[in-house]
């Protein structure tokens, strides 16, 4: 058996396995030659002291061969003639709903209002150059959901919901790189994921489940508080007495249907706020404590940050951290705005942008009351709709310069960003209501305290930061993880609001598949 370590080294001796080889054989008091490799097992790095250290967990394989081994997919059965489910949805939740299915003998038919993960490609580059929103094929519709062309982060601390190292596996043996099975904080970046979601795709239909494309539904049908099936918009009916509703935390129509049918739902604060973007080499001499204009060196990753902060009474920290990235445009309706960010896998931009957002309370919706369990919502569409207007009526999003914003000052200049539709100067406190923009105000002033050099007006505000997690909940019976009062009907994923990001959901979508299976 190989032996496992546990140390730190210089950042330059773990990226080069002769250095990393001859280190493990100096602890191990062997010579380099009897070390047949040194498989890297958990890799972070440390960054609190001035001298930085990478932690490494290895398993050394002294005078015993190592054999490179591939990771295997389950056993999956042919399910062409087996009970059917309808998945909703085939974003993370839905897509690892229907292998999970499939590994238990049961159809999955996958339901998917958008386009597949190529043809998605052509309504991204609509609304990017030509500001064209459409509003079934974009940054949030279309097969692998938001994560596919916004980044692909695999991070979770949701470690208590289930089995990520499962996850990530089978992301392994789906075709991403083992290094997200090594990596504290694992990344497969949007130039990655497309190839991996068609595999995905293509399994499912291989082992006879069923994906649809361009088949949104419009109606859920409910006979004695039992699932009986759903009408997709060409009018065809498709029945099925369990239902995954994997639907994601932009269905706006979805939570409107259900809302209409009187399917319980109930408003759930999330969070809001902008999208802020820093020269990467900035936010490298802050992290690195390295020279701007020299830079991190070759062995170091473009470096992260996660800040939070107390401010009036509200939790305000960064979300969605994007190093190396860029900012894209995530509206999914015309006459809205809505910002985003992601990372190619080598995460090589000069920018790094990250979502800094504010708690919102359940109380914050009370303008909006009379839409009862989609205040929030509204809450949420109404900024979107007023940055729209105000940024002049395309995909152009209002932006301010970080420090000019504490300051109440319109920009005299916004330099280019990584967001390609572009950005009209504003002074961003018109965008929100006031307690938000005040608490944003004082918070980011509390952010350059704790990260100097980070409140800066070389740091550019984009508006709005707005899709964190649903405005709204579908409530589900924490045994079966059936609606409360529907029989069959199974809320999954970030847009029932019990998930937070692609891994979350991808174990909430297993977990639901495992229930109708009972």
Not at 181 to 200: C, D
Not at 271 to 299: M, T, W
Not at 371 to 398: C, N, S, Y
């Amino acid at each position: 058996m190989p032996k496992e370590l546990l140390f730190q080294v210089a950042p330059e001796v773990a990226a080069q396995m002769p250095l990393l080889t001859a280190h493990v054989a100096k602890l191990m008091h062997v010579s380099p030659s009897d070390i047949k490799h040194v498989a890297i097992l958990k890799r972070s790095i440390d960054a609190r002291q001035r001298t930085i250290k990478v932690n490494l967990k290895v398993a050394v394989y002294h005078n015993e061969e190592y054999h490179e081994t591939t990771m295997p997919l389950p056993d999956y059965k042919d399910v062409s003639n087996a009970r059917e489910v309808i998945v909703v949805g085939a974003g993370p939740a839905g897509l690892f709903a229907a292998l999970q299915l499939i590994e238990l003998g049961l159809k999955p038919i996958v339901l998917e209002r958008g386009k597949d993960v190529q043809e998605r490609r052509r309504d991204l580059k609509a609304i990017n150059r030509d500001h064209i929103v459409n509003g079934e094929s974009n940054y949030c519709y279309g097969e692998g959901g938001a994560g596919t062309y916004s980044d692909g982060k695999l991070y979770t601390r949701s470690k208590k919901r289930g089995d990520v190292d499962r996850i990530l596996r089978l992301f392994v043996g789906f075709g991403a790189s083992p290094e997200i099975l090594v990596e504290a904080h694992p990344h497969i970046g949007t130039n990655k994921l497309p190839k991996i979601i068609k595999a995905m795709r293509e399994k499912i239909i291989e082992f006879g489940g069923q994906v649809l494309f361009d088949t949104k539904v419009v109606d859920i049908l409910i006979k004695n508080n039992e699932v009986d099936g759903v009408v997709t918009q060409k009018g065809d009916t498709i029945h099925a007495r369990q239902l995954i509703l994997a639907t994601g935390h932009s269905a706006r129509d979805i939570f409107e249907l259900l809302h209409r049918k009187e399917i319980f739902i109930e408003a759930k604060p999330f969070a809001l706020g902008v999208r802020a973007e820093h020269p990467q080499k900035l936010i490298d001499s802050v992290q690195y404590s390295c020279d701007y204009n020299q830079g991190r060196g070759e062995f170091l990753p473009p470096a992260a940050y996660a800040i939070v902060k107390q401010v009036n009474g509200r939790g305000m920290y960064s979300f969605c951290m994007c190093p190396g990235g860029v900012i894209a445009p995530c509206a999914t309706s015309p006459g809205e705005v809505v910002t985003n960010g992601w990372s190619p896998s080598k995460r090589d931009q000069d920018t790094a942008n990250s979502g800094i957002v504010v708690e919102l309370k359940l109380e914050d919706f009370a303008p909006y009351a009379k839409f009862g369990p989609l205040a929030g919502m509204e809450f949420q569409k109404a900024i979107e709709q007023k940055a729209f207007h105000m940024a002049g009526g395309t995909q152009r999003v209002p932006a301010q310069r970080m420090v000019d914003f504490s300051q109440t000052k319109v920009s005299a200049d916004i330099p280019k960003t990584s967001y390609v539709p572009g950005t009209t100067s504003v002074e961003l406190g018109q965008v929100f209501p006031g307690f938000l923009t005040q608490t944003m105000r004082e918070g980011f002033r509390e952010f350059g305290k704790s990260m100097k050099g980070y409140f800066t007006n070389e740091a550019i505000l984009h508006a709005p930061e707005s899709r964190t997690s649903s405005p709204v909940r579908i409530p589900r019976d924490a045994e079966t993880l059936q609606h409360l009062h529907i029989k069959g009907l199974y809320p999954c994923g970030e847009g029932a609001g019990y998930a937070g990001g692609i891994i979350s959901a991808a174990i909430d979508g297993e977990k639901c598949a495992l229930k109708c299976a009972e």
